[in-house]
T-cell receptor, first 115, second 114 residues
Framework: DTGVSQNPRHKITKRGQNVTFRCDPI?????LYWYRQTLGQGPEFLTY????????KSRLLSDRFSAERPKGSFSTLEIQRTEQGDSAMYLC?????????????FGSGTRLTVV | AQSVTQLDSQVPVFEEAPVELRCNYS??????LFWYVQYPNQGLQLLLK??????LVKGINGFEAEFNKSQTSFHLRKPSVHISDTAEYFCALLTYSGTYKYIFGTGTRLKVLA
């Protein structure tokens, strides 16, 4: 078990470009979450998957954001037409519905800088 | 609505001195409370958690926290800090509405001075 893996660790992009991040959860975890952490703030919930189904999206997730988890394993988060306000740390977490509140594990995050 | 408030944005403290990082929460249901630490450009590392039972919770790296229901607080303490404890500390509430998700405070930056 290598934990929750996120790639890339850092991404610098020009305003207006599209970016995609990947999250590989712990293999037996069926739930996957994305959070966003802007400078000076705590992480905020963005979206949640159970297996391949996206069951909840925060109002923070604008139309330019899309997340997928095609086979119920890894997940991608895409941001289209990036804006400077998208600069943040994007954190992925996973858990198992069998474990309830236990086993919720965060990845190391992808830091996005939009210039 | 549920919320978490961290009262201090920054706490400077000298090495080997004690420290307390304050956290207050608001919730009308049973609470699960956590403290996470984040080093620069790193993800979140779990320090300790309160789920039920004893109100004094011990965590890693010599940290402990006390759950106080009457004061709706979950303050983090360490009797003697080290330079390596310099980091951002987040208090968080785990909520349930179909799934579990966290509500984090805004963080407290602990700076340990030599």
């Amino acid at each position: 078990d290598t934990g929750v893996s996120q790639n890339p660790r850092h991404k610098i992009t020009k305003r207006g470009q599209n970016v995609t991040f990947r999250c590989d959860p712990i293999s037996e975890h069926n739930r996957l979450y994305w959070y966003r952490q802007t400078l000076g703030q705590g992480p905020e919930f963005l979206t949640y998957f159970q297996n391949e189904a996206q069951l909840e999206k925060s109002r923070l997730l604008s139309d330019r954001f899309s997340a997928e988890r095609p086979k119920g394993s890894f997940s991608t988060l895409e941001i289209q037409r990036t804006e400077q306000g998208d600069s943040a740390m994007y954190l992925c977490a996973s858990s198992s519905s069998k474990q309830g509140i236990y086993g919720y594990t965060f990845g190391s995050g992808t830091r996005l800088t939009v210039v | 609505a549920q919320s978490v408030t961290q009262l201090d944005s920054q706490v400077p403290v000298f090495e080997e001195a004690p420290v307390e990082l304050r956290c207050n929460y608001s919730s009308s249901v049973s609470v699960y409370l956590f403290w996470y630490v984040q080093y620069p450009n790193q993800g979140l590392q779990l320090l300790l958690k309160y789920l039920s039972g004893s109100t004094l919770v011990k965590g890693i790296n010599g940290f402990e926290a006390e759950f106080n229901k009457s004061q709706t607080s979950f303050h983090l303490r360490k009797p003697s800090v080290h330079i390596s404890d310099t980091a951002e500390y987040f208090c968080a509430l785990l909520t349930y509405s179909g799934t579990y998700k966290y509500i984090f405070g805004t963080g407290t930056r602990l700076k340990v001075l030599a």
